[in-house]
């Protein structure tokens, strides 16, 4: 019998493999045009342009700035056009074809329903009116031959003062698509310790949550997130790199909160093009995320906001791959690391990762046991 040639891990062949996103923002992930369109209809004026090419340059630039505060001035303008219930659903809609499109076979997508009432949305119906985008759009990728499945969590804004009202909005909707909770906004100023009562609330209802933590601020954050709060996930996390050092014989020694994390198995929701854009790393072969995977933290791969960053799941993977060198064993592992973290149920995880997921990469890492025995010939396995 011949040797499989191998497949090279290309933008194109990693598209074509499934995927898993756990941190990426409703309101930082439109399509340009869309926002135009969407200004155009509600009235909005405040847009820097309305060509939809030299605005998606803008969004990219104005996020280049080397400051989380600078980078979410720059939400003005989408969250300016999600006023009203039209909107709201065409934006979710589009995010589940555009995440499907990338070959995302299970999402987590977050946003903040606070950041949706100017116009007299309540949070209810702001929450249910996405709900309603987001199976619009994933019924439009399956006629399109593609099954994504799309969790909401739902993010409280660190500046203002609802996290609890958020919190008790996650807990309503859990058996309707919401699958936990977040914290967003400035980190710096911001501990995650002012909104503990909404963290004490969620664990005694069993719920899940995330915190944006170690982005813009130092390991108290993340330790405060994990030991005051109890997140399950952190947010970026990177800044975790801050309590571990290198040698000079190139060994690694982790500090008491680094060793936590990782034997506790804390998924870092990784995001490197956003983590350039805030400042939060130098450059992709710089960033941390080489090291934390290289000790076998549970880092995962994500957008953040793909709008300001120009970038997708795939991009984002590719970069790595360019960067570290990683080979369709790592892509793998990333992607199982995500999905055991998904805040989904157990049973259901299992299930993308037997039936999709491993099916998927088995012939690219040359496990043939894992492959499935009715994959057509010659053709990738179906996910
Ligand atoms: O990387 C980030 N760090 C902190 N907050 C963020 C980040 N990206 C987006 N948002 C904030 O989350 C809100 C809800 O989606 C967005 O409006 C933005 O203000
Ligand atoms: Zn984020």
């Not at 309305?50 to 280049?64: H, I, K, N, Q, Y």
Request: negative net charge.
């Amino acid at each position: 019998m011949s040797t499989p040639t191998p497949v090279p891990v290309t933008p194109e062949t990693i598209r074509d493999v499934p995927k898993v996103l756990l941190h990426d923002h409703l309101d930082g992930g439109l399509r340009p045009g869309t926002v135009v369109e969407l200004a155009e209809a509600s009235g909005y004026r405040g847009l820097p342009t309305t060509d939809p090419a030299a605005l998606g340059v803008w969004f990219r630039e104005a996020a280049d700035s080397g400051s989380l505060e600078r980078y979410l001035e720059t939400f003005a303008h989408t969250c300016g056009v999600m006023q009203d219930q039209d909107a709201l659903v065409r934006v979710a809609a589009e995010c589940a074809q555009d995440l499907a499109a990338d070959g995302v076979v299970y999402a987590e997508v977050r946003y903040a329903p606070e950041l949706f009432t100017e116009h007299g949305l309540d949070l209810p119906t702001i929450v249910e009116t996405v709900q309603a985008g987001f199976r619009e759009g994933e019924r439009r990728a399956a006629a399109d031959g593609r099954t994504v499945r799309i969790g909401t969590l739902l993010c409280a804004m660190r500046q203002n003062a609802r996290a609890s009202e958020i919190a008790e909005l996650a807990v309503r909707y859990r058996d309707a698509g919401v699958v936990g909770f977040d914290i967003a906004g400035p980190e710096a100023g911001f501990p995650p310790t002012r909104t503990l009562d909404a963290f004490d609330y969620l664990r005694r209802e069993n719920a899940h949550f995330t915190i944006h933590a170690g982005e813009a601020f130092g390991l108290p954050s993340i330790w405060e997130a994990i030991q005051h709060c109890g997140a399950e996930r952190l947010g970026h996390g990177v800044r975790i790199i801050d309590d571990i050092t290198v040698d000079g014989d190139g060994k690694a020694h982790l500090g008491p909160l680094a060793s936590y994390v990782r034997d506790r198995r804390i998924p870092l929701e990784m995001c490197p093009s956003s983590n350039l854009q805030t400042g939060a790393a130098t450059s992709i072969g710089e960033h941390p995320f080489g090291l934390l995977a290289d000790l076998r933290f549970r880092v995962t791969v994500n957008t953040d906001n793909r709008l300001m960053s120009g970038c997708t799941v795939t991009s984002e993977l590719a970069a790595l791959v360019d960067a570290f060198g990683y080979g369709w064993a790592d892509l793998r592992r990333f992607t199982i690391n995500a999905m055991k973290s998904a805040f989904i149920g157990f049973d259901e995880r299992l299930a993308i990762i037997d039936d999709v997921i491993k099916p998927a990469y088995a012939p690219l890492v040359g496990d043939w046991r894992a492959s499935r025995p009715t994959a057509p010939a010659g053709r990738p396995a179906p996910r």
